[in-house]
């Protein structure tokens, strides 16, 4: 498959934030209701984004800025998710896309197809939340794979995964059936022969997001689209980054929160100074929040155990101000925003996801609890 895709325009994050925004007020916020009742993907303007820069900030061969940068690409997922989280989470799982091909010692792999994941003119995903528990101990592997001339053979079921499309590529990870300790991460594509998608389940929110469970039956994966085998130091490399890009979505759902409540004859506006975790408090623990992450952004692989405590902490504390923003934004609007159709009510229902996303914010908990006692 050819990963080539179109230069980027422009340089700077400002004009990459600017094109992304000025998309976000043009085609997003239209779409956004759509999106969310009738589950409409938004494949046309992801591109766009993609086309803007917004996937290629944290990928040094790509990135239009000088160096790559994550907290950018966390940036540019905040703006579109201040109005669509579905499309931040979409722009979550390409991001991670770009981000798994960034880490990969197998270079061939990264020339060939980083560069239409970065633009969008490929789209990515990312199939790692049944891997990453497993890592973790919570569950057993889905996948099972049997090494054969060539590459490997796999088979089982991953039953969520997002931004999937007919041509589309995901990441995922599983483990040897003959010898359960060999782990292997991979490139696979929908539609290849052995991988079939079908929808699987419906949700309260994030309907549009092109979500369906994954069937391998002996699908097979040559070994030039391998990201590592074995994993090894991989999932170290990637995770500080997978989490941290994660925090994009909340703070898009908490900017959204703050302008619903701050938009004027938004429910009974004198009443509402005595709620707490109003707009001008949850901007100041926001704009702590950001600078925390953005510091640490800043060094995606640093090896350390404090480092890693200290994403993991952060992602939770996003989290928690994402959970907190979104029944703020209700409160706020009180008996409106309890109307079906809702724009905050749609916020809360989305900031769910923030919190239930892998890691988890009781993956994030449990994660902690053992780090302490260690």
Known sequence: ?????????????????????????????????????????????L?????????????????????????????????IGSACMSSAF??????????YLENTANAALRERLQGGVASAALMGATGLSNPVKALSGIEPFNLQGKKVPGGWRVNGVL??????????????????????????????TCGANGVSIRQSAHFVALEGTGTFGIRFRDAFIPEEDLLADPLGGMARRIRPGFILLQTGMGFGVIEGCIEAMQRPGTGSGSSNRFLPDGPAE??????????TVAALAATPHDPSDDYMRR??????????????????????????????????????????????????VRHLRQELAGMARN
């Open 90 to 99: 979409c722009a979550w799982c390409q991001d991670a896309c770009g981000w």
């Open 159 to 188: 039953p969520w995964v997002s931004n999937l499309g007919e041509g589309h590529v995901f990441g995922t990870i599983f483990q040897a059936a003959d010898d359960p300790a060999h782990k292997v991460m991979g490139l696979f």
């Open 311 to 360: 994403v993991l902490e952060a992602r939770l504390a996003v989290s928690e101000l994402t959970l907190a923003a979104t029944q703020s934004a209700v409160l706020h609007a009180g008996a409106r925003g309890y109307l079906i159709g809702s724009g905050v009510h749609r916020r809360q229902r989305e900031g769910v996801f923030v919190a239930i996303i892998t890691p988890s």
């Open 47 to 79: 591109q766009g984004f993609g086309a803007d820069g917004a996937f290629a900030l944290h990928l040094a061969g790509h990135t239009p800025l000088a160096r790559a940068d994550l907290w950018a690409a966390i940036e540019a997922m905040a703006a």
């Open 1 to 45: 498959m050819d990963g080539a895709g179109p230069v980027l325009r422009g340089t700077g994050t400002a004009s990459v934030l600017e094109r992304v925004r000025r998309r976000v007020s043009d085609e997003l916020k239209p779409e956004a209701d759509r999106i969310d009742r009738e589950g409409h993907y938004p494949l046309a303007t």
């Open 282 to 291: 949850l901007c100041d623990r926001a704009a702590a929040l950001r600078d």
